[in-house]
């Protein structure tokens, strides 16, 4: 269906550096062409890393951080504030030292904001609608070492919502257990999707996931192509292919 790519790198550091010039090359074309690209952002520790990166670079860049529109593949259903929110934790590392339009920044609503999860996925779901869904220029996406992305763990009733745009998630295995996450009809629609994993922790996961033979229930990482799919890996998280 697409085309995937493996980009293996030394270490954590060398792919950091990779993937935010390759993020900024891609956010400025994208301007060049006179569009407002939209980004999906995803949370975990290789990610916090990545935000730190560009917004150091941020500066020296061409990108018109004014002009681009932030959204997430995931988040955790806790209050604003909690340290828990992949939301918070981009805007510390990154959407906090760049010039960013707040009116293009969609966050998942908070628990201290809706009262249920549904709720979130519900107003988060007509949000992309508004905007029309398939549109990312590209969607970052960690891997768990169980080969969850976004917020679809193995086996849970979450991976087989269709129809959907995003789901409620409950008793996710990793904590916190109430989360919302795009689904994978939504995570596909989008120009590149870009899995970006460190550490030999994950190298077991990211095996499956490129593996020829294998099932999206067991890994669901599996589960989600872009129109082109980057794995940006360092080698430790290669280890296993
Ligand atoms: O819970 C989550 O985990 C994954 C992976 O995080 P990591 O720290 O193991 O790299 C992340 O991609 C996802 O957005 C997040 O909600």
Redo the contacts with the bound molecule.
């Keep these: 269906m697409t085309d995937v790519h493996v980009r293996r790198h030394d270490d954590a550091d060398v792919l950091v550096g990779d993937v935010a010039s390759a993020l900024l090359d891609r956010l400025e074309a994208a301007q060049a062409r006179g569009e407002v690209p939209q980004i999906g952002l995803?949370?975990?520790?290789?990610?916090e890393e990545l935000h730190r990166e560009l917004a150091r670079r941020a500066p020296d860049s061409a990108v018109d951080w004014s002009r681009v529109v932030f959204w997430?593949?995931?988040?955790?259903f806790v209050p604003a504030d909690s340290p828990d929110r992949?939301a918070r934790q981009a805007r510390e590392s990154l959407l906090d030292h760049v010039p960013v339009d707040p009116a293009n920044v969609h966050e998942v609503p908070a628990s201290d904001e809706v009262a249920t999860a549904e709720d979130a996925a519900a107003a988060y779901s007509e949000a992309m609608r508004e905007h029309g869904v398939g549109f990312f220029e590209v969607l970052m996406?960690?891997?768990?070492?169980d080969g969850?992305?976004?917020?679809l763990f193995p086996g849970h009733p979450a991976l087989e919502a269709g129809d959907a745009i995003a789901v409620a998630v409950h008793d996710s295995p990793?904590p916190p257990p109430d989360?919302v996450s795009l689904t994978f009809e939504a995570m596909e629609r989008c120009r590149a999707v870009w899995f970006i994993?460190s550490g030999e922790g994950?190298a077991e996961a990211v095996a499956r996931a490129l593996a020829d033979d294998g099932s999206v229930t067991e890994t669901p990482a599996r589960g989600v192509r872009g129109d082109e799919t980057v794995w940006w890996l360092d080698e430790a998280a290669a280890s296993a292919l």
């Design positions: 995803t949370g975990g520790s290789i990610a997430w593949g995931d988040e955790r992949n996406l960690g891997i768990g070492p969850h992305c976004a917020s990793k989360r994993a994950k």
